[in-house]
C-alpha cells in the first residue's frame, strides 16, 4: 500500500520552505496586545505551520503559551486573556522533519539574572554548533536543539555587566548567520536583523504604537502603516514610545534573500522596499522575453505559481487561464489511499481543468523547481488531460545549492538542477520545453540592485563565509 | 467589543450556501470502498463542511460513521477500516444556523422490514412538512428535522408489498422539491434525480464498477470516467455490476440550478454536460460585453470571482490582475478582535494589494451579491489603498427570491436586490459603477438552453408549484 | 503479545453490568434544571459509563445533548447552558459489546404528532423484536437498536387518538420486560416502573419540584428527599407541581432485582425502601453462618465485596482487614504490556498487601463470581504472597441464569455455576473452600419478603413468560 | 453562584500533596523499557496528578515526551513504541497552583558537553533560589521555574572535568533540601537519594535489570521483588547490570517523611523496610488508646481515613462500619452548581451512609487535618443525617509546620493547629469531641526510631538548617 503520507510530504518538498515568521506589539497601556500578535501570526500562517507560541510582557514579568498546530488550533480567548502585557511578541514556526518538539516551539522565554526574556527567531546561525559546543564545554546545558538557545545563553552571559543592548550587541558579534529577531525584556521590544539583512523585518506604527513583523502584510490588519524595514546590521530598541536605532555592525553587504521574493512572503508585503507581488509578476514578464514559446494558454501551478503566469500572459500576449482546480480544504489526511489511486499526492490537490488544456499548446508558469518529483506528475495530468504540447517555465533560476540561513532544504544532491542539465530536466518531466529564469532576470525582477540580494541557492554564492563543514544542520 | 464570530458569519453570508454534497461507489469484491468515499467526500468538501458521514454495505449489513466536522477531521484508518463494504455511501453538509446536530448528519441508516438502507440527499423538498404531518398524524415519530428522514420513512411504508425499486418509485410520486438521492440497500447502489433535475448527480464508470456523485471533479481522483449525469427524473439501480434505468416521472421540465454554474460546484465538474468553467468564463464574457467600462485592471473577489474576472479581462482586452490577497489558513477563530480592528471579517480573509490598484480604474468582478453586506467593505478597502476608481461587475443576475431547492438562503427581505434598484445597492457600496449580469446572458453562458435551467432566485419563476405559504423551512 | 483490553474486559467481564440509570427533574420556573440532572446523573455514573445524554423540555420544545463517554467528559458549562427548560430528564449508559453507537445514547427525542417526547429507560423489553418487526411490516422504521425506540415508536402510534397518559398506558399493554422509564413531553414529567418492578425508580420531592432517580443516593446533593419508590405498574405524572399516580397494570408480583442489592445500587441507595448497605451487610453476616470457616483474617476483593466483608467479619469475629490495595486511576489504558507481565489484568488494578496475608488464613468476601475466570488470578495472587490459607466467600448465590432484565449477560454456558460444580469450580479457582450465600440467606438479608424478589439468575425462576426463543438480544 | 472549581479546590486542600513519583528501570537488550516505566507510573498516579513524562535512553540518545494530564491519558502504543532504549525514567508531577506550565513537567532532558542527559526528581530544594541566582549571575539562563534546572545546571557545570558520577557528588556537596533523584545518561541509571533521606527511593530486582522507585508498590506489577532502599546520602550506579552504591554525604541523620506513612504512599509499599499499612494501622490504634471514646461505630472519612480507622476499630473493640459512600468517578467536573446545592464539594464526593450513623455515636477517623475547613462540612453531614455525637480522631499529630521538602503546603498561618488550640478546632468543626495522635505515638506506629523521621510539619523540628527567609518557594 502508498504510504499517503510519505507521498503528501513529497508533494510539499518540492518548494522550499521558510522556517518562521515574528510579530511584535508595543503598545504601552493595552494590556491586550497578545491579541494584535494573534491576527498579526494569523496573517503569517504561510510562514510556518509546526507550531506557534505567545509571549506577553507586562512590567518585565513574562507570560507565554506555545503548542504544535496552527496558529487558530492553539489559541483561543481564555488564553489570549490570560496573556496580559504592554509588549507582545510571536512566532510562527516551519515543521522540518524529525524536529517535530513541542519544547522546540517559540518564543523562547528564559529567566537570566535581571529578570525575564523572550526571544523569536527567524533563520539559522551557521556557527551555532561550534557556539553551543563551547559553551556545554563551560558548563553550560540546553534544552532545545534551536540556534535561539543558543542566541539566549549569550545574551544572558554578556547580560553580567551590561545592558541588555550591550549584551545582544555583544552576543551578535560572535553568532554568524541569517537572523531576524523580535525581543522582549524590561519594558522594551527590541528587534534586530542580521548585518546582511537576509531575513526580513520590517516596523509598522499604529496610533499608540509600534509593529515588528516579518511581512509588512500584517499592517493593515493590524491599524498599522509601514514604517520602514530594520536595516542589515541594525537594532531597534522600542521603549517610551520611542524607537532608538543601533548599528551593531558595519561594512556588510546588503543580501536580502531572493526566495522572499520568489515564493515565501505573501504578494502583498514590500519587502526592503520591493514589493513582492510586483518582483513576482516581473520575473513572469522577463521570463516571457527569455523564455518565449508559441501557445495557447499560460496556466500556473497554483497558487505560487500564478502572479508569474499573469505576467507572463501579459507579456508574451498569450491569454492566461486556469490549468489547475486546487482543492482548498487539503489539510493532514490519515486515510491509505487504495492501491488504484496513482499520484494521489498531487490529485489530493491538484485536478486539471480539461476544458482549457485539451487540444492546446499549454505553457506552464511553476514559480520554482527543487527536486523535480512533482513536475513529472502535473506534465503526465496534462498530457493525459489531452494538452497537445506543455511548456514548461520556471519564474526562478535553476536552484543548485543549499540555504544555510534559515530555509529547509533538501541535501544538493537531492536538488534535482544541482546534478542534471537543463534538458536532462525537461526529459524527465515528459515536458516539451523548458526554461528557467536567469538569475539577472530574477535581480532584475526583484530591483533592488544586482548585489544587495542573496542568490546563494541558485549561485552558490554565499553573502558569508560558511564554516568548512558546509553546511551546518542541528542533529 | 465586536463579536468576531456574527462578523466572520456575515462574511459567509454574503454568498448562498449549497447544503450537501453524495458520492456513492459500487465495487463488488472490493470491501474497502469507504476509502474511495472518503476520497470523494474529501474533493466534495465545498458543498458542505458542517458534517460528514459514510455509510458501508456488506451483504445487507449496513455500518456507518457520522461526525461534525472536516472530513479529514472525522476519519482515520482504523473507523475506514471497519467501514467495510461492496459498497458504500457518502454525505457531506453544509451548516444552516441552529440545527448543527450531530443527529442530522447523513447518510442516515434505517432499519425497516426487509433490513437496513442508507440514505443520503442532497436537496430540500417543498412538501416536507405536510408529508411528516400526515406520517405523524398516523403515528410515525420522528428523530432528525431532515428531510432524508421524510423520505426513508415513505420508502419503508411502501416496501411493505414492494421491492425496493417500487417503494422509491412509490414515494417519489408523493415528495415534492429538489432532490439528488443515493441510496444502498441490499445487494444495490441506487441514484435518483428529482424530475427536473435540480441537483446535480452524475455517474462515473471504474475498471470494476460504477461511482455515482454530486459532481464530476472526484472521478480522475478516484480513477474513475464521466459515463453521464443521471436525468431529470431517473432512478438508475447498479446491481449485479449493470446499471439499470427508471424513468419515475415524465414530462416535467429539466431545470438545471443556475447557482451550480455560477458559484456552488467546483470549476473542473460538468453538470448536465456543460463545464462550469467555461460557462463561468463566458458569464465573465458577456457581462463585459453587457456592461463595458474604462479600466486599467480588472480584478476578482477570490476565489469565486476570478474565472469570471479572466473572462472579463480577455473580452475587454483590459488586463487581468489580482486585486487580494487571501489568507489560505483562514478556518474558524475564537479570539476576539480589538476594537481598532474595523472590518476585521473581510481583512482576516482579504488583504488589498496596493501595487495593482492604487492610481488606477479599477474593475472588480464579483460572482454574485446576495446581501450586500461584505460588497460594502470590500469597495472601502480598494478606496483606502487608492483605487480612484472601482466599477463593480457581478457575473450573475440580480438576487431577488429565495431558493426552496436547497441552497441556504435568507428571507426575502434580506436579498439585496429584492428591496433596493440598481442604483441605490451601487451607491450603498459606494462603487463607480455597477452592472449585473443579465438572466440572458447567463442562460447564453451556461448553454443549456434557455428553459432547462432553474433561474428563480434571479426571477421567482420556480420550475414547480410551491406550497401556499411560499416557503417552507423546517424549524 | 497479551491484548491488554481483551485482558482488562476479561477483568470487567467478571461482574453482571447494569445498562443504564436514568434522572428527572421537574422545577417549572428554574430553567436550568439540566444543571440538577448532571449532577444527579455525575453520581449515577455506576450505573453505565459508555454513554450519557440530558434533555430540557422548555414548554414543549425539547434541546437535547448526548453522547459517548462519562458524564464529566461529555458536559460543559456552556452546553448546560444551553439546555433550557422547566424539565429535564437524563440517562447514563453501559457499555454493551458492539453496540457502541453515538446514536444508541439515550434520552430518546422523537417528534411526534403533537410535537417532542424525550424518553430515557433502564431495562430491557422480551418482546422488543417482535414489537419491531410487526411496525415494520407495517412500514415504520428504526434508526437504533434500542428498546426505547419500540417503546417510543408505539406511543407516538397511539397518540393519534390519545392523550399522552392513554397512548403511554396503551403502549405498555403490549410492551413486556423490565423497565424504569422516564419521559417528558408537553409539560409534563413522567415516571413508569413495569408491573414486576424489575428495575428501580424512585421519587424525591425538592422545595420547589420533583426528581425522578434510579437510585435514592443522589437525593442529598440535589438537595431532595425521599419521597417514596414508583411502584410496580405504575406510572406516575408530574404537572403543575403535583403529582399523580396512575395503576396501568394490576395483579403481577413485585420482584425487585436481587442484584441492585448485591452489586449494581450504590451502598447509600434505598430500593423499594431496603437499604442496600444494610442488605449488602447482612448478606455477609447470614454468609458467615451459612460457610463459617476458622480464618485469621477477613479481606474483601474491593471495592464491592467490602460491605459483606464487614459483614462477615463481624458476624464471625474474624478480624476485618484490607488484602488488596486498588488504584484509584485505573482507566482505560491503550498499552500493551510486556510479555513478562502476567495477569496485568488484575495486577494493574489490585494489588495484594502481603503485610495482612502472609502466612495467614485469609477469608475472602466476594460479592459475586459470574465467570470465575478472575478468582482465580486473585487467589494465585494472595498464595503467591503467602497467604497460608485462602477461603472464598461469595455473599450472592452461585449464578446459573441470564437475566433478559436489564443486565448484560454473558451466555449460560459462559456461567461458571451453571456448568461447575462448587467443588469444580473451587478446585479451579485454587481455594481452600469455597462458599456461597444461599438463596433464602440473600433473601433474608434483602427482607422484602420471599416473593417480592427477582432472584432469576440464581433460580432460573422468571418473574414473567419469557418469549420461546429464551433469551431475546437485539442484534 | 458558587465557585465550584473553587470549591473542589477547597476539598482537596485539605491534604497535604506530594509533588512528585518517580520511577526508573534498566534493563539491557529490551528496548521496551519505556512500557515497564509506563506501568510503573501508572500505579504512582497518586504521587502526582498534573503532568507526566517518560525518557527513554538508547545508547546515550534520549528521547522523551511529556505533557500535562494522567499517565493514561497522555501516553498511547505509537509514543511508547517510539520511546526504544535499554533505560528509561519516568516522572508524575503534582499540579501545584500557578505553576502549571508543560514545560515544568518532567523527566528533564538536557544536552551537555558530554551528551545527553534525563533527570527526574521527587522532592525540593531550600537553596534553589540562591544557587540559580548566583548560577544566573554567571549567565547561566533557566527555562523552567523547577528545582530539577538548578541541579541539572550544576550537574554540567561539573561536567567540564569530571565523569558523570563526580559531576553529581559535586552538585550535591552544594545543593540543599529533600530530593529523591533518577537519572539516566550514556549507559547507566543512577539513583540519588538525598542525606537525610527525606524523600523515598527504593530499588527493585528483576530478571534481567533493575527498577528504581518512589514506592515498592509497582514492582509485583514490574515482576521485579524488593532489593532495598536507596540510603540517605548514597547514589547508586546501575551499569554492566551492576549496581555500585556511592556514599556522597555522611554523617546526616535518617530523617525519613512521615506523612509518606501517614497519607502519601500507598499502603502496599514499604518505605524504609517499614510497610505503610502497617504504620497506619498502628496510627489508628494507638490513636484509640490515646483518645478512646465510647461510641458505636467507628467510620473513616475515606479513603485516606480507612486503615487507621480499622485499627482504631480493632484496639477499641467498636464496629468499623462505612458512614460514607465516596463516588468513584470524580475528576475535573466545569459545570457550576445550582445555588440550592450547598458545600457541593464535598458532596459530590461523599455521601452520608444513613443506615450506619442515624441515631448513633459516631467516632469518625481521619488521617491528618490541614485546614480544617472540609471537617467541618463533614461532621455537620453527619449530624444533619442523624448522628447522636460526633467524635473525630485523627491519625496523626496537629500540623503546625510548613513543608520545606517537596510538599505543596499552605502558609504556617493557613494551618489550623498552627493558629488555634484544639479545643477552638473542635469547637469550629461541631464536633463532640476531637483527639489527635500524639507525635510519640505516630512515631511508634512507624518504628523506625525517634530520631529516624522526620516530624518537622507537626513539631517544627526541620532536620537541616533552613534559610534565613524561612520557606523558599518558586515565584
Known amino acids: 500500500m502508498i504510504d499517503i503520507n510519505q507521498e503528501l510530504r513529497t508533494f510539499e518538498d518540492e518548494k522550499f520552505h521558510d522556517e518562521c515568521g515574528v510579530v511584535g506589539v508595543y503598545e504601552p497601556g493595552n494590556k491586550q496586545n497578545a491579541r494584535s500578535v494573534y491576527f ?25 503559551y506555545k503548542e504544535m498546530g496552527l496558529v487558530q488550533e492553539i489559541f483561543n ?94 552576543t551578535l558579534q560572535v553568532v554568524k548567520g541569517a537572523y531576524a529577531l523580535v525581543i522582549t525584556s524590561a519594558n522594551k521590544l527590541i528587534g534586530v536583523r542580521d548585518p546582511n539583512g537576509i531575513r526580513p523585518l520590517c516596523i509598522g506604527k499604529t496610533d499608540k504604537g509600534f509593529v515588528l513583523s516579518s511581512e509588512s502584510c500584517i499592517f493593515s490588519l493590524l491599524g498599522a502603516r ?45 519587502i526592503d522596499t520591493r514589493n513582492v507581488y510586483t518582483a513576482r509578476n516581473l520575473c513572469g514578464k522577463i521570463l516571457a522575453k527569455e523564455h518565449p514559446v508559441e501557445g495557447d494558454i499560460v496556466i500556473s501551478v497554483p497558487d505560487s505559481g500564478t502572479v508569474a503566469a499573469i505576467g507572463y500572459a501579459k507579456e508574451s500576449g498569450i491569454p492566461y487561464g486556469e490549468g489547475f482546480i486546487k482543492n482548498r480544504y487539503v489539510g493532514r489526511t490519515f486515510i491509505q489511499p487504495d492501491q488504484r489511486m496513482r499520484e494521489l499526492s498531487v490529485r489530493l490537490k491538484l485536478n ?36 497537445k504540447e506543455v511548456h514548461v517555465r520556471v519564474a526562478s533560476p535553476p536552484v543548485t545549492d543549499p540555504c544555510f540561513f534559515g530555509i529547509d532544504t533538501p541535501d544538493k544532491s537531492k ?61
Chains 1, 2, 3, 4 share one sequence.
Do not use: W
Open 226 to 270: 509601514m514604517l520602514r524595514d530594520v536595516e542589515p546590521g541594525e537594532m531597534v530598541v522600542i521603549e517610551n514610545n520611542e524607537i532608538k536605532s543601533f548599528k551593531y555592525a558595519k561594512g556588510s553587504r546588503r543580501a536580502s534573500c531572493a526566495f522572499e521574493y520568489v515564493y515565501f512572503s505573501r504578494p502583498d508585503s514590500d
Open 352 to 387: 486539471v481543468l480539461k476544458e482549457n488544456v485539451a487540444g492546446k499548446r499549454v505553457i506552464m508558469i511553476d514559480d520554482s523547481i527543487v527536486r523535480g518529483t512533482t513536475s513529472a506528475k502535473i506534465v503526465r495530468m496534462l498530457k493525459e488531460a489531452g494538452a
Open 77 to 170: 480567548d481564555e488564553i489570549i486573556e490570560r496573556l496580559q502585557g504592554d509588549i507582545a511578541i510571536g512566532h510562527v514556526r516551519y515543521s522540518t522533519a524529525g524536529e517535530s518538539h513541542a519544547s522546540n516551539a517559540m518564543p523562547l522565554v528564559v529567566y537570566h539574572k535581571g529578570g525575564a526574556l523572550a526571544l523569536a527567531h527567524n533563520g539559522n546561525l551557521v556557527n551555532a554548533r561550534i557556539l553551543r559546543e563551547e559553551m556545554q564545554d563551560n558548563g553550560v546545558i540546553f534544552q532545545t536543539s534551536i540556534d535561539s538557545e543558543v542566541i539566549a545563553a549569550l545574551i544572558a552571559r554578556h547580560l553580567k555587566n551590561s545592558t541588555i543592548e550591550e549584551a545582544i550587541t555583544q
Open 415 to 475: 536538488l534535482i538542477a544541482a546534478t542534471h542539465t537543463i534538458e536532462e530536466i525537461r526529459k524527465g518531466m515528459g515536458a516539451d520545453s523548458l526554461g528557467y529564469l536567469s538569475v539577472e532576470g530574477m535581480l532584475e525582477a526583484i530591483g533592488l540592485g544586482d548585489d544587495k540580494v542573496c542568490t546563494a541557492c541558485f549561485t552558490g554564492d554565499y553573502p558569508m563565509e560558511l564554516p568548512e563543514s558546509g553546511m551546518e544542520f542541528e542533529d
Open 40 to 64: 498579526g501570526l494569523h496573517s503569517l500562517q504561510h510562514r510556518g505551520q509546526e507550531s506557534a507560541g505567545i509571549a506577553a510582557n507586562l512590567g518585565g514579568k513574562i507570560q507565554y
